[in-house]
């Protein structure tokens, strides 16, 4: 799989089916609230809701799944919420790689691991090394992850590629480095539980998706809100910078794939 070394200069072709799917999984905490629950079992019914979108988005052919699982400022948390946090992602991992690979899913884990534990670091490298050769969907999770983080890590990586280069750099010199480098950028972005905000998610990649942000709490959100999303987001028009009547004769802009009927 090649590398999308994107950049705004670039007009990219509109599809129905969004090809990159990006959503900040928020509201567990005020689900298991309202349930009279301790947060985690929030965490432990957002885990059911991650494999809902899974499959939805395998019967969708939507190519590129990437979910907020958590920030480089969820740290601030509770020290017990954090380690159950952590536990529970390390027990998904061991129960859903099998299925995943037998899917076609590809599994790639996104942010500053090297805070994490040995032990899941190299579960992490397993699953991903185990799916490495799947192609159907390809799902990143985004674990002490921050979009500042990512921007930053780049420039590093960038300035290290070619220490002499005396010319200006480019967007297209930098994307490369950036986490995500193997997925185009997010065509729809879904947030969850109400906040209308980014909380450090995908800065650079964010430039042009298409923002949804529903009041619908994580651990309900199912095929039918996620459908409602797809519709919202199959109504827009994406000019990239253009006018509407540009659009009406470029071919760049012309809608592939199925469309989802709600
Ligand atoms: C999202 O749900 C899960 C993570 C951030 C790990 P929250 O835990 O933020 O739920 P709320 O926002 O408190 O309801
Ligand atoms: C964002 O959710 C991070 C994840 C979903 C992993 P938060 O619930 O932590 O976001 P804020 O702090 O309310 O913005
Ligand atoms: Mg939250």
Same mark, same amino acid.
């Given at each position: 799989?090649?590398?999308? #070394? ?5 007009? %990219?072709?509109? !599809?129905?089916? %969004?090809?990159? /799917? ?24 957002? /885990?059911? @809701? ?8 395998? =019967?969708?052919?939507? =190519?590129?799944? @990437? ?10 948390? %509770?020290? =017990? ?14 129960? =859903?790689?099998?299925? *995943? ?16 534990? %040995? ?11 185990? @799916? ?6 390809? *799902? ?42 193997? #997925? ?7 947030? @969850? ?38 519709? !919202? ?14 659009? !009406? ?14």
């Amino acid at each position: 799989m090649g590398c999308f #070394a994107s950049s705004t200069r670039d007009v %990219p072709t509109a !599809s129905v089916v %969004p090809r990159h /799917v990006a959503i900040i999984m928020d509201g567990n905490g005020r689900w298991a609230k309202k349930r009279l629950l301790p947060r985690v079992a929030g965490h432990h019914r957002g /885990v059911e @809701t991650v494999r809902t979108m899974v499959r939805a988005c395998l =019967e969708r052919g939507i =190519e590129y799944l @990437t979910l907020f699982a958590f920030s480089s400022e969820n740290w601030r948390r %509770p020290q =017990e919420e954090v380690s159950l946090l952590m536990q529970l992602f390390v027990r998904a991992l061991k129960e =859903e790689v099998k299925k *995943l690979d037998r899917n076609g899913v590809r599994l790639r884990v996104i942010g500053d691991l090297e805070r994490f534990d %040995p032990d899941l670091q190299a579960l992490i490298k397993a699953s991903e090394n185990r @799916t490495a050769g799947n192609s159907r969907l390809t *799902l990143t999770i985004a674990a002490n992850y921050g979009g500042r983080w990512d921007i930053l890590q780049a420039i590093n990586r960038m300035l290290s590629s070619d220490p002499e280069k005396g010319a200006e750099w480019q967007e297209a010199d930098l994307t490369p480095h950036l986490a995500m480098s193997y #997925a185009p950028e997010p065509d729809l972005f879904i947030r @969850t539980g109400g906040e209308q905000r980014i909380s450090n998610f995908l800065l650079w990649q964010l430039a042009y998706s298409e923002l949804y942000f529903t009041e619908v709490l994580w651990p309900e959100f199912d095929s039918t809100a996620f459908d409602a999303a797809l519709v !919202s987001y199959q109504q827009r028009e994406r000019r990239f910078g253009r006018t509407s009547e540009q659009l !009406s004769g470029a071919s760049a802009a012309s809608p592939t794939g199925s469309r989802i009927d709600a």
